[in-house]
Structure formats: structure tokens, C-alpha cells
């Protein structure tokens, strides 16, 4: 036997226990893995997590120091990957470098521990698996939001008798803890002069927050410069805020419903503002009412009864349009294709909506995976994110089958397109039933 016959004969063998393999794993199978239904969302510079089923956590993205977790490949992740060590979760943020999630009452986070920002008692080593935050809640103290920035962490707790208040660790370079500091704590300190606060949000090195008798930000303030300690924004009767790299947006519910954002509107347009000359102190306000509203890198976007309006930087695709928008635009955009938003998250370079049916659709960047989609192109349009549990039902007749769904998915993965793909290797009750369709649903779940 010569070395050509030998290598044909043993690559025949593997070819063989791969399939006796998969037959295996298809007759274990009697009807296919449904997609999961997401609750909560957000959008990190890089990286994006999301709550499913019960509590569970997947993110998905850039995992170079850990945020994404433990089981995600050591780089990026291009689908969602479940976070282990956490359940029961009712809250998720996603930042720079690192990520946390309240479950259970208390708050865990994960990656980049530089300054301290997982809350561990040490100012280093990196944890890609979830650790409690140290000191956070003294007895009968219960977290109930958490936020994180750039290099910082904040979560809002409440005690047995109902008194709220806001604990931030973490880098404090720009007084972004709030204790009138700027020195970083590897462990809880609790922000001053907030009364009553209900709502957080946190981004770059600027915390925000809403209180009783307004919203109130910290760190980089988008109108006084850096600030140590909470101070006053804006008046009450503010819905939500979001805080991102350069500034700041808060919805105004009610008869004077308005979104209103502060910061730098220069280069981009994020403050959605026509006038580039708008820097630190200065104010835009639009005349729309948003459910949900979201500060990125340089972008804002917001849901507007499902549908979702988009303004400022947008040239990696960050607006959905389907175009893409270089330098200064500060004019509002409506993303394509999406009637059903009920949030609206925003990453450095990407954005992410939660559906009203619990499906995600992500667009913009997707260089480490932040779409949740295989390929590392940007996405003007949104796109579905790929579930952690694609079906193995190839053909879409509801059942997972050796002689139809394992051909079709074997031939898929020999390079196998057209009449080669399909012929006699469909289901008579099969609802992709074209090469294109077979094809486009396999580079989807399966790519080869």
C-alpha cells in the first residue's frame, strides 16, 4: 500500500467515525433546540451581554482579558457564550474591559480588574469567571441596578428600610466614584449627596444618576468639568438616562416630554445639535418622548414607539440605516427593518436592540464579535444575533433526522452547494426546501 492509498484509506476511517459520530448525536435528538428569549441588554465598547430564560447571562465579543467569560474563546466570541457562576440575574452592564450583573440581590462582575473595577478587595488580576463584589452590601442591603464605565463600577442598593443609595469602585482618576476623591478603591464607597436615587448609568469616567430632585452626574461632568462628588444636571422628571464616552442623554417623560443630551457635540454630532461648535456645558433637546435611550461611543439612538431613531457617528454602521455616515451627522436617522424595539443599547462602534418577542438584532462593528454574528464585517443593517443553541433541524421540518438533517449538514461541511446539496436529502414536511435556503441558514448556524 502506497503513502497516497494509506492516507486515503485512513482519511476514509475518520471520515466514517465523524459520521457514526454525528448519527449518534442525531438520534439522541427528537426535536430541535429552540432559540433563546432574551429579557435585558447591554452593549459594552466591544462586547455585549444579555439576560435569557430565568436569569442566565451570555455576552458575547471582545474576551481578551476575560469579559466575556470563561468559556468564550480566549480572543473574541462571535455567538453568545452563557457566563457560568451566575443565575437569577435581574441586571447587566457591560463596559469597557469587564462586566457585572446583579443575581440574586448581590453583584458580580468579570475581565479587567485594573484599579480594582471587579470589586474584589485587589486592585489586579484579572477574573474570567464572576466574582461577588467585596463589601457591597452590609447586612440586610440588597443591590438592585448596577452600572460600569470605562475603568469604574457603580450599583444601587437599598437597606431594610428602604433607604437607597449608590456605591461606585474602581479607577477614580476623574472623581468618577463619587466620594470626593480621586483616589481608586478596589472596594465599595458610597457616593455623597444623593437623596432617594432610583436610576444609575455610568460610561467613560462619568456616573450619572436618577434622584429625587433630579439627575445628578460625577467624573468627567458633561457641563462642570471634572467633579468629585454628585452634582446637580438637571431638574426632575427625568424617565431614563444613558451615559456613554462623550456625553450624557436623559428622557423627560410627561406633559414636557423631551430627550436631552449634554457634552461634547464636536466631530460627530451625538448631542444631535447642527452646531459643531457645542462642547462641555451645552445642551440639545429634541421634542420626542423615548422609552428607552441610549449614549455610545459618539452616537445616541432611542426607541420611539419600536421603531428607533439614531444620531451622530456612524461610520462603521452604528446609525442601521444600511449606509454608512462619515464625520458630522447630527441628523436623526431611522434604523431599518426594526418596528418592535423595546431597548435600545449602544457600544463604542455598535448597537444592540432588545425586541418586544426577546430576540436581539445587533448592527454596526462586528471586528471582535459584538454582533453575536460569525463574521468579523461590519453590519450597517441589523442583523439576528446567532443563538448559543442553534438547531440541528437543517431542512425545518420540526425534527432532527440522520437521513435528512445529517446528509444535508455533512455535505454543507465537504463544501457541497446547489442540486449536489439538496438532492434527496430533504424532509417532505421541509420549510427551507432551496439550495439558497438551505445554504444561507448553514453558514448561519454551521459555517464550514
Known amino acids: 500500500m502506497n503513502g497516497r492509498t494509506r492516507r486515503a484509506t485512513r482519511i476514509s ?37 444579555a439576560v435569557f430564560g430565568s436569569g442566565g447571562v451570555q455576552c458575547w465579543g471582545d474576551n481578551s482579558v476575560g469579559q ?15 457566563v457560568p457562576g451566575v443565575s437569577g440575574v435581574t441586571d447587566i452592564a457591560a463596559g469597557w474591559l469587564h462586566s457585572c450583573a446583579v443575581a440574586a440581590g448581590d453583584v ?3 475581565g479587567s480588574n485594573s484599579s480594582g473595577r471587579l470589586g474584589s478587595g485587589a486592585p489586579t488580576n484579572t477574573r474570567q469567571a464572576p466574582v461577588s463584589v467585596v463589601g457591597l452590601l452590609p447586612a440586610g442591603t440588597t443591590a438592585t441596578r448596577v452600572a460600569v464605565g470605562d475603568g469604574h463600577s457603580c450599583a444601587l ?5 428602604g433607604v437607597r443609595s449608590v456605591r461606585c469602585w474602581g479607577s477614580n482618576s476623574n472623581g468618577q466614584l463619587g466620594n470626593g476623591t480621586t483616589t481608586a478603591s478596589a472596594t465599595p464607597v458610597t457616593a455623597l449627596v444623593l437623596t432617594n436615587p432610583v436610576a444609575i448609568s455610568a460610561g467613560g469616567d462619568r456616573t450619572c444618576a436618577v434622584a429625587d430632585s433630579g439627575v445628578w452626574c460625577w467624573g468627567a461632568h458633561p457641563i462642570s468639568g471634572n467633579v468629585s462628588q454628585p452634582t446637580l444636571l438637571s431638574g426632575s422628571g427625568a424617565a431614563v438616562s444613558a451615559t456613554g464616552s462623550q456625553h450624557v442623554c436623559v428622557d423627560f417623560a410627561g406633559a414636557s416630554a423631551s430627550a436631552t443630551c449634554w457634552g461634547d457635540n464636536r466631530v460627530y454630532g451625538a448631542l444631535g445639535s447642527a452646531d459643531p461648535q457645542l462642547a462641555l456645558g451645552q445642551v440639545s433637546t429634541t421634542l420626542k418622548s423615548y422609552v428607552s435611550i441610549a449614549a455610545g461611543g459618539w452616537h445616541t439612538c432611542a426607541v420611539n414607539g419600536g421603531s428607533i431613531d439614531c444620531w451622530g457617528r456612524g461610520e ?34 455598535h448597537t444592540c436592540a432588545l425586541l418586544l418577542d426577546g430576540a436581539i438584532q445587533c448592527w454596526g462593528s462586528n471586528a471582535k464579535g459584538q454582533l453575536g454574528a460569525y463574521t468579523g464585517a461590519l453590519y450597517p443593517s441589523p442583523v439576528a444575533i446567532l443563538s448559543s443553541t442553534c438547531s440541528l433541524d437543517v431542512d425545518g421540518d420540526g425534527m432532527v433526522e440522520a437521513t435528512t438533517d445529517l ?10 452547494t446547489g442540486a449536489a446539496l439538496i438532492n434527496s436529502a430533504l424532509g417532505t414536511a421541509a420549510t427551507r426546501r432551496s439550495a439558497s435556503e438551505i445554504s444561507s441558514w448553514l453558514n448561519r448556524c454551521h459555517p464550514n
Not at 68 to 82: E, K
Not at 333 to 343: D, E, F, L
Open 68 to 82: 466575556v467569560g470563561p468559556n468564550a474563546p480566549l480572543t473574541a466570541a462571535y455567538q453568545p457564550t452563557v
Open 316 to 349: 462603521e454602521g452604528q446609525m442601521g440605516t444600511g449606509t454608512l455616515y462619515m464625520g458630522f451627522h447630527p441628523q436623526t436617522v431611522h434604523v431599518v427593518g426594526v418596528s418592535t424595539a423595546a431597548v435600545v443599547t449602544a457600544g463604542g462602534y
Open 13 to 49: 476511517a475518520q471520515l466514517r467515525c465523524f459520521v457514526v459520530g454525528l448519527i449518534a448525536v442525531f438520534a439522541t435528538l427528537a426535536a430541535p433546540v429552540l432559540a433563546d428569549v432574551y429579557t435585558l441588554l447591554s452593549a459594552g465598547y466591544e462586547h455585549t451581554c
Open 157 to 161: 442598593v437599598v437597606n431594610s428600610a
Open 108 to 110: 458580580k462582575c468579570w
Open 407 to 416: 446528509v444535508l449538514l455533512s455535505r454543507h461541511l465537504r463544501g457541497l
